[in-house]
């Protein structure tokens, strides 16, 4: 029996696309798998800190030293990693704000990357620990970033994600896209249809 990590970050409810695409996902997965764990989070109700001072002081402190207070700085972060690293299956749904992530998912990845449980150094040399995991992200996106847009170049969307993820050991990353959302109705309708498609076409090896 494995286990799924779903989460949703957009803070849209029945009208965020990333959230339907990665539910019609999700559904489908569990038909497939019904004795596997789902550990579902929606960022819209969990507040994430941004990075602090302390907190810092506070992830490089050997756990056998943290004080009661640095515990409880590293509380939510602890709860985030653990669902992370009991998971061989991540997935996230991400839409794009003004080129990247919107400030809930950066804030997700901070207190994802900690020292000694996803990541260690040596001698300046940086190793990933959370391995042996697929990760799938599930995007919406405004406009078309391809060949022949006028926008080509300009997604920090997809680099900064698989950037962070690979860092913590991840080495199976998938993107499926649904772009040009904002571009007429036929091609919000087509470009769901066709990530709808591409996510049932992956569910198997997945």
Not at 41 to 68: C, G, M, Q
Not at 158 to 173: H, K, T
Request: glycine residues 6%.
């Amino acid at each position: 029996m494995g286990t799924l990590l779903h989460i949703d970050s957009s803070p849209r409810g029945e009208n965020s696309s990333s959230r339907l695409l990665a539910s019609t996902f999700a559904a489908a997965w569990n038909e497939i798998h019904p004795d596997d764990k789902v550990i579902y989070r929606d960022l819209r109700n969990t507040s994430i800190p941004h990075i602090t001072e302390e907190w810092i002081a506070a992830d490089f402190t050997p756990r056998d030293a943290l004080t009661a207070e640095q515990r409880q700085v590293l509380e939510l972060s602890d709860i985030l990693v653990d669902e992370f690293l009991a998971a061989d299956r991540c997935l996230y749904s991400v839409p794009m704000y003004n080129f990247g992530i919107p400030s809930n998912f950066k804030a997700y990845i901070d207190n994802l990357v900690r020292f000694g449980r996803t990541f260690t150094s040596e001698h300046g040399c940086y190793q990933g620990l959370a391995k042996e995991k697929k990760v799938l992200f599930v995007t919406a996106r405004g406009v078309e970033y391809g060949s022949g847009s006028p926008y080509r170049g300009w997604d920090a969307q997809e680099p900064g994600l698989r950037y962070a993820f690979q860092f913590m050991g991840v080495s199976d990353i998938s993107f499926i896209h649904a772009c040009g959302l904002d571009l007429g109705e036929e091609t919000r309708r087509s470009s769901l249809e066709k990530a709808k498609r591409e996510l049932m076409s992956i569910l198997s090896s997945w």
